[in-house]
């Protein structure tokens, strides 16, 4: 459909009312997911990328100049041109994390875009193909009307001993089923799809290096949201029916949220003009390692933005509880610190020491960027430890926002759950709710377990660096110092 160019949250909103698509909450069908009290929140973490709200450094952090077009266009749709870019995008989310203290979704297609960029350049030098011109074009769609691009890479796998080709039921990875004259027609489900019911465009990309039997999952697309064949499952969270409650305290972060769905492609139509490999297996790899290092460099600045957040929760509710000064409780805030900025090193490190690809297109130090990232799966576990340990054991006592609205109970709650003296006993209860969210709630979906999960499990970073860090080198360092022949 056309629409409009998005430049306000607003017209985002209304963007996605105009999307028909066929979206499953709690086994029901939701014909309107822009209110959904469930999908909302996460909708909204979404639409801050169309806000330059009040940081003066956000209009040059969400802002860049199309190097196709000149135009100014959202970094999320952008070809990274530098290594200042690739320190920006950091910046920019490292800003986002802190205004929503969630996963605000929309890097992964920008992610996806850079990775496609060089390796279809990449294969249209050694295949004689033409991908790479389409990828542009495809590209400048979505600056143009300033899209919001779910990328989606993680394949459900099936038998994980098992290669595609070889799985009992082999839709366990997107594949292509038939080859038309206009186009392709593809099958099977992406799993974990991070905002993607919050996106207008689906841009496929294969999950694993493929090999030559496996041609037909060598396969790279874009396709509407709304595209016949899609259907969308929302994955759940904990504590995610608080939101259908009506009591926003309980839910901690009440505004924001983060989403996964399982998407599923029931032959699905993919016209040749977005399609951006179809076979090239040899290719396929490259797809996975480029993209992984990109979303793994994106780690080293999102989470430090919730870090930042929950930073300052611990300040909070120590100062609430009458503890700041403590000399341990300002160690332990030290250490969450000490934790947070060490991820954020990493995340602009690795864009540092970025580097031109052939196409152009800058790519991140892939071996820093799985550092960064294999940091990401375990510092903010120390950090939220770290924060529940300060906050105390009322984070999980805390009675609901209806006790609090009922005078029969109300008093005591007031009475009895005061901190310092001055401090409202409202707001203490708020900081706790929110570090209970952030900590084991909704929040902790996005804060902890895609920390794991998001962009590679750790044991992928693990292979990467052994890979990666040239050992023989150092062997030859030990050698020389040693005098060993
Ligand atoms: Fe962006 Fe971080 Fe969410 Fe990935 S996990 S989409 S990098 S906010
Ligand atoms: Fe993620």
Known sequence: MMRMRIDSPEAYFESLRGLERRIYVMGERVENPVDHPMIRPSMNAVAETY???????????????????GERVSRFTHIHQSTEDLVNKVLMQR??????????????GMDGINALYSVTYECDQACGTEYHDRL??????????????DGAMTDVKGDRSLRPADQADPDMF???????????????????????????????????????????????????????????????????????EGSPLDVGNPRYGSQEALVVFDDVFVPWERVFMCGEHEQSGKVVERFAA????????????????????????????????????????????????????????CSARGEATPSGCYLVDVLLANICKHNVTRFPFEISRLLQDIAGGLVVTMPSQKDFENPEVAPYLEKYLKGSADIPTLDRVKVLKFIENMTMGCGAAAYLTESVHGAGSPQAQRIMIYRLADLEEKVKYVKRLADID
């Open 95 to 108: 800003l986002l994390g802190r205004r929503t203290s969630t996963c605000f979704q929309r890097c992964v």
């Open 294 to 349: 990109y979303h793994r460099q994106s780690y080293g600045g999102c989470k430090v933005g919730v870090g930042d957040v929950l930073v300052g929760a611990a300040q909070l509710a120590a100062f609430y509880a009458g503890v700041d000064r403590v000399s341990h409780v300002r160690d332990k805030i030290t250490e969450m610190i000490h934790l947070n900025e060490t991820l954020f090193s990493c995340g602009i490190a």
């Open 136 to 149: 542009k074009e495809y590209i400048r769609y979505i600056q143009s009307e300033n899209l919001v691009v």
């Open 174 to 244: 997107v594949r292509v089923v038939e080859r038309r004259s206009d186009g392709i027609v593809v099958r099977g489900a992406k799993a974990h799809q991070t905002g993607s019911i919050n996106s207008h465009e689906i841009l496929v990309m294969p999950t694993t290096a493929m090999r030559e039997n496996e041609a037909d999952y060598a396969v790279s697309f874009a396709v509407p949201a709304d595209a016949e064949g899609i259907t969308f499952i929302l994955g759940r969270q904990p504590s995610d029916t608080r939101k259908l």
């Open 51 to 69: 806000d330059l709200g009040q940081e003066p450094e956000a209009e040059e952090l969400l802002f860049v100049k199309s190097h196709l077009t």
